[in-house]
């Protein structure tokens, strides 16, 4: 019998790597969307002819009832949400909606239309936030620092909670920063990569950037991805940390990366007072063991080949652009 699987989030980095994952095991893959008044399906746009989208909101709660009794997937993967954190300090409201209450909504979707559905919520390390032990586990408690981890926060428990009060197998992934050349340019990591693309085609100047000091753990999107789908089929639903263990700052990414093009980093980098946070999380890094021991995952894709193959996939990028 061909499985079924519902994508939340479909035209965003994880949703694009998670479907094209997907479709090569031999998934019927649906993917949920929302209204606009101009498509965004870049990130999916070779896939288009392969999965099935359909229109709902995080925010319309008969909406996410229909769609699921549409589909009725086998597994569902919600990956919507307002996941930029800057954007949560200016949209607090609306990121508590979709981050927040969305995750109840779907929830509540998959408790009225089948009980049997599988459901992996992303939850996300920024949880931790100011951190209360390192490296982080499952068990580290949680400290948020934006609207956004606050959010994440809620989802994380109503995820347990559901599937502690109605026996749901809901999996909540708690994964730290992972990165690719689909990734927003708004996220420090691709905002680097592009200007120094950019930079090295001599069509960019300067780079400005906020915290150089912050520290991330930062992992290739491809191998968290792989992560979502082993959690769904583990016997038992659980919460797992996502991380490959290793902290950089961003001040080494930038470095690496102009590096990878033979520039020095530092003419080229300016701070901005306009990028700090009203409240900023120094630090995060993670400590898979769980996920490696039961689960048997590990990242592949380590930290220099990240910074190289996003650096190399902006250069063709911008290189096709001026042609
Ligand atoms: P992303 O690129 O920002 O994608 C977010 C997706 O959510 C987009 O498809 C967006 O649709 C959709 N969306 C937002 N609001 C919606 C709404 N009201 N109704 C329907 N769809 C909506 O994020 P990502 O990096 O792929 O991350 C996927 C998930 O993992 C997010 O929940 C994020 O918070 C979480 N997470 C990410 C990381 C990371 O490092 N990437 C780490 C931990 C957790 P549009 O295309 O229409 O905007
Ligand atoms: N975006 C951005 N832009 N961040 C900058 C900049 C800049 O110019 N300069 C320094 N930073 C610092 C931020 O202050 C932060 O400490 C770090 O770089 C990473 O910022 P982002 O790439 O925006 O990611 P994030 O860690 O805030 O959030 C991402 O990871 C979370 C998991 O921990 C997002 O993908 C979230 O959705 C995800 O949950």
């Given at each position: 019998m061909t499985k079924r699987a519902l994508i939340t989030g479909i035209t965003g980095q994880d949703g694009a790597y998670l479907a094209e994952f997907l479709l090569k095991r031999g998934y019927q893959v649906h993917g949920m969307v929302r209204r606009s008044s101009s498509e965004n399906f870049d990130r999916i746009g070779h896939l288009r002819d392969k999965v099935q989208l359909h229109q709902a909101d995080l925010l319309d709660q008969l909406s996410l009832v229909r769609l699921v009794d549409a589909v009725r997937p086998h597994h569902l993967y919600n990956?919507?949400?307002q996941s930029f954190v800057p954007t949560s300090f200016e949209q607090p409201l609306l990121t508590g909606e979709f981050t927040g209450l969305g995750v109840t909504r779907i929830l509540e979707a998959v408790r009225t239309v089948d009980r049997s559905i599988r459901v992996y919520q992303a939850s996300s390390s920024e949880m931790f936030g100011s951190v209360r032990e390192e490296p982080q586990t499952e068990t580290t408690p949680f400290w948020p620092r934006s609207p956004y981890g606050v959010a994440k926060v809620y989802g994380h428990w109503i995820t347990v909670n559901y599937r502690e009060s109605y026996d749901l197998?809901?999996?909540?992934?708690?994964l730290f920063n992972h990165e690719s050349p689909l990734r927003g340019k708004e996220f420090v990591?691709?905002?680097?990569?592009?200007?120094?693309?950019r930079i090295k085609l001599g069509v960019q100047k300067k780079l400005k950037l906020g915290n150089l000091d912050a520290l991330r753990d930062w992992g290739f999107a491809g191998d968290y991805v792989?992560?979502?789908?082993?959690?769904?089929?583990?016997?038992?639903?659980?919460?797992y940390v996502i991380a490959?263990?290793?902290?950089?700052?961003?001040?080494?990414?930038?470095?690496?990366?102009?590096a990878h093009v033979g520039l020095p980093w530092e003419p080229y980098v300016e701070v901005d007072p306009k990028f700090l946070r009203p409240a900023e999380v120094?630090?995060?890094?993670?400590?898979?063991?769980?996920?490696?021991?039961?689960?048997?995952?590990?990242?592949?894709?380590?930290?220099?080949?990240?910074?190289?193959?996003m650096v190399d996939a902006d250069l063709n990028r911008v290189r096709k652009e001026m042609a």
């Open positions: 990956l919507a949400a197998f809901a999996c909540s992934g708690i990591t691709r905002k680097i990569t592009d200007a120094v693309a792989r992560a979502m789908w082993m959690m769904l089929h583990h016997d038992r639903p659980d919460d490959t263990g290793q902290k950089h700052s961003v001040r080494e990414f930038a470095e690496l990366a102009f120094t630090t995060l890094c993670g400590d898979s063991a769980k996920a490696r021991r039961v689960l048997g995952w590990e990242p592949e894709v380590s930290f220099p080949e990240l910074v190289a193959m």
